[in-house]
């Protein structure tokens, strides 16, 4: 039944230009929005929570134009089965591939940080494009044997590797060592340092968008053990079907920051980047469903 939904419906929508897309995203959105509202509870409530001092009208705009954005990802989503390289490269722009260049010219792996901000999906295709290293993916299987392996061959046409979350210890320690052999060229291994931790009693909790927030160690934890810069990325959206992808150094090895700077630098420039534009970040998310375990602290308080 899968794979027929596939062939019969999902690909040959995936062929039509995104300007037919987007009216069945219009459509998706009034039903989604007035009707029968996907997660509505959870978007009002994570709005309301981070953006307490705004009016209800207020909110309520931020969570019409997030619906808006997220219907508009849904088809960019389907479109990525059958886009081109070229109409990728369009679409999604890498602002300053020069930082890259010159990290590259270094030999340098690199930690990529960032949110689930703007369109993501289009990073994992549109980033290897435009770069020389080897873009890396760490990604957890989905449910559905068919279309995990549908998602990782759509991610990886354009050059994505992907890693499982139970390889990523491993992936560190055999593949930094083949790149300091030689053996294989510099990759750049992305994090979403915004999702809730699996384990709040083994996160960093600090003040994000107001609120008590658990952040997961991994990035930090990786960086700090093989040494690796630590760069940020965030995506911008210039126009309906068309980002912008910034990326800027964090942080440089030696790392003698205390525990958890390197995370707390990153989810401050990821806040800045959402008070500014709020509903291209992730509000469907249940980003604060863990509270805070009562013998954790919020660093500086």
């Not at 989503?77 to 990290?103: C, G, Q, T, W, Y």
């Not at 873009?135 to 992907?162: C, H, Q, W």
């Not at 960086?223 to 150094?249: H, N, Q, W």
């Not at 964090?250 to 800045?272: A, D, F, K, N, Y």
Request: hydrophobic share 40%.
């Amino acid at each position: 039944m899968t794979a027929l939904l596939y062939a019969f419906f999902i690909l040959p929508l995936s062929k039509l230009p995104l300007t037919v897309l987007y009216r069945f995203s219009d459509l998706l959105f009034l039903i989604t929005f007035y009707g029968v509202g996907y997660r509505k509870k959870v978007i009002r409530e994570n709005v309301a929570r981070a953006f307490p001092g705004l009016s209800e009208t207020e909110r309520g705009k931020i969570a019409r134009d997030f619906y808006r954005h997220f219907c508009d990802l849904v088809f960019e989503s389907v479109r990525s089965f059958s886009i081109s390289d070229e109409e990728v490269r369009k679409r999604f722009h890498l602002n300053n591939p020069e930082v890259l260049s010159d990290a590259y010219g270094r030999r340098e792996s690199i930690v990529l940080v960032g949110g689930h901000y703007g369109n993501w999906e289009w990073l994992a295709m549109g980033l290897p494009l435009q770069m020389q290293h080897q873009l890396v993916a760490i990604y957890k299987s989905l449910s559905n044997p068919f279309f995990d392996r549908k998602m990782r061959e759509t991610r990886g046409r354009t050059g994505l590797e992907l890693v499982s979350t139970r390889e990523i210890s491993d992936f560190f320690q055999r593949e930094n060592a083949r790149v300091i052999a030689g053996e294989r060229k510099p990759f750049i291994v992305g994090f979403g340092f915004d999702q809730s931790p699996g384990d709040p009693r083994k996160a960093h909790w600090i003040r994000f968008l107001g609120l008590e927030t658990g952040v997961v160690f991994g990035a930090e934890k990786l960086a700090k053990e093989y040494g690796l810069p630590v760069y940020y990325g965030i995506i911008r959206k210039r126009s309906r079907g068309y980002y912008d992808f910034t990326i800027s150094p964090l942080v440089q090895p030696p790392h003698v920051e205390r525990s958890g700077w390197i995370l707390e630098q990153g989810m401050r420039l990821l806040e800045s980047e959402i008070r500014k534009k709020p509903a291209y970040w992730l509000w469907s998310h249940r980003r604060w469903k863990h509270a805070k375990p009562s013998d954790r602290t919020i660093y500086g308080e």
